[in-house]
């Protein structure tokens, strides 16, 4: 009786285990990150690669919304040159009377939308909607290693695996099929440092960029609590020191 429950019960795991797994995604691998860490810094020429993937490759499904053209000197480039950049793109706006006019983009503006709206999107993706990356590699579990996984994943399905028709196999999505086609390929952006453009590399340097995106005021942020810290260290010392010079006369 025992014997028999014993061999339900494994073939009930096992089943469950094949019905979970199925569909499951991939562990995610760790990556270095020079941002990590409570003294970890951004760092500015990965920073600017990265906005060039962003901007050259990204950008043609997905927006920024939530930084500013102006924000971008944040990532160490010059005033004209943000004012060059938002100045690409026309903006919509109101006039005095109130019409809906389009006005050249300045740089208090948000980084240029590929689409209008929601609808629009995902009329132009297949019915998938990109999703707006400023806050992306918070907004997923795994954050930025998860965004890298991502990038760098696709790979073909394994032959007992049907893949949809407009889909694309990637064994970190959830689901492991993805509407977004491998959007990064060896040497598709050209460098202006000279670094070589792999996938690997341009992966790297726009996760980077986005992770920033999603807290450009992580450095300061680091930097108070490193501050915060050394301030209590030298008041406990000094607190304790005048305790014991207060109460020295009382046994
Ligand atoms: C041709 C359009 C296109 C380009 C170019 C593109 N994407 Fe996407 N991306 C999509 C679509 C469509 C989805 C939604 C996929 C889905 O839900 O199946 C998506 C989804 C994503 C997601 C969300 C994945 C998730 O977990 O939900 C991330 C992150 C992402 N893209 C990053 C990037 C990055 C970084 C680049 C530039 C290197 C890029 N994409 C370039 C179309 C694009």
Redesign the pocket.
Known sequence: MNRKFFAYMTAFIITLTATLAEGDTLPIPKQKWSFEGPTGTFKQDALQRGYQ??KE??S???GLNRISYEKLMGIGLSKNTVKALAAEHDQPDLNDEGQPIQRKGIISDKIHSPYANDKAARAS?NG????D?SL?TKA?AGGSNY?YA??TGFCAAPADTPVTEGMHYNPY?SGRQ????P??FDGQVTYTDGTKATVDQMAKD?VTF?SWAAEPEMEQRKQMGVKVIFYLLIMSIVLYLSKRKIWKDVK
């Not at 998938?128 to 999703?131: G, I, S, V």
């Open positions: 993937v962003f490759v990204c043609a499904c997905h993706n998938a909607l990109p999703p990356l992306i997923r965004i991502l990038l999505f993805i509407a977004m086609a959007p990064l726009v986005l």
